[in-house]
């Protein structure tokens, strides 16, 4: 079993960056796509990106296109979420997920972690 830490996360002013990483143990992720995730009180997770096996595939959602970055490095295990123009409707928490299938839907994904909490102030 795999097993997935996000750490990064925090309090930061709007037009703020902060990076994301997922961290993976038990098991390599190399040989599978990874996904992030974000979830507000009261509402589904929600996609915010993805990244292939090689990293030659990303995609985002439309909200975060040209904000964030994602990345992966497989030698360290590790997933980043690289977020700049940080707006204040993007807080939640930000989950990182390992994946069979590249795919936007979050039932497409096994293995999760616990999440990290993002906050922008105003």
């Known amino acids: 079993q795999v097993q997935l830490v996000e750490s990064g996360g925090g309090l930061v002013q709007a037009g703020g960056s902060l990076r994301l990483a997922c961290a993976a143990s038990g098991r390599s992720i190399k040989n599978y796509p990874m996904g992030w995730f974000c979830q507000t009180p009261g509402k589904e997770r929600e996609f915010v990106s993805l990244?292939?096996?090689?990293?030659?595939?990303?995609d985002y959602a439309d909200s975060v296109k040209g904000r964030f970055t994602i990345s992966r490095d497989n030698v360290k295990n590790t997933v980043y979420l690289q977020m700049n123009s940080l707006k204040p409707e993007d807080p939640a928490v930000y989950f990182c997920?390992?994946?069979?299938?590249?795919?936007?839907?979050?039932?497409?994904?096994?293995?999760w972690g616990q999440g990290t909490q993002v906050t922008v102030s105003s």
């Open positions: 997920a390992r994946g069979p299938v590249v795919s936007r839907r979050s039932d497409s994904y096994y293995y």
């Open positions: 990244i292939g096996v090689s990293g030659g595939i990303t």
